[in-house]
Nanobody
Framework: QVQLVESGGGLVQPGGSLRLSCAAS????????TAWYRQAPGKERELVAR???????YYEDSVKGRFSISRDNAKNTVYLQMNSLKPEDTAVYYC?????WGQGSQVTVSS
């Protein structure tokens, strides 16, 4: 059974940084598209960043230049480095590997 285990969420002040991790088992992150989504209270889930199996990356406009998606094939893990965080980045973040979803990580940006 495929498992995705997320870690790294938490509370951070505006301007701070966090790194989310998504460790996958029984599916290889190097051969499928992987992505990070987020869902803020009262809003729909939205795509934040994606990395294709070929290594192409996409970012939602509001996070360009601040967030970076990457993967470590040896660790079978996908990351989302989030810098210069803003209160509007507050949401539950979900990793997505092919058809599978992580459990969600709360990210709260507040002073």
């Amino acid at each position: 059974q495929v498992q995705l285990v997320e870690s790294g969420g938490g509370l951070v002040q505006p301007g701070g940084s966090l790194r989310l991790s998504c460790a996958a088992s029984r599916i290889s992150v190097s051969v499928v598209n992987t992505a990070w989504y987020r869902q803020a209270p009262g809003k729909e889930r939205e795509l934040v960043a994606r990395i294709t199996s070929g290594g192409s990356m996409y970012y939602e406009d509001s996070v360009k230049g601040r967030f970076s998606i990457s993967r470590d094939n040896a660790k079978n893990t996908v990351y989302l480095q989030m810098n210069s965080l803003k209160p509007e980045d507050t949401a539950v973040y979900y990793c997505n590997v092919y058809l599978y979803w992580g459990q969600g990580s709360q990210v709260t940006v507040s002073s």
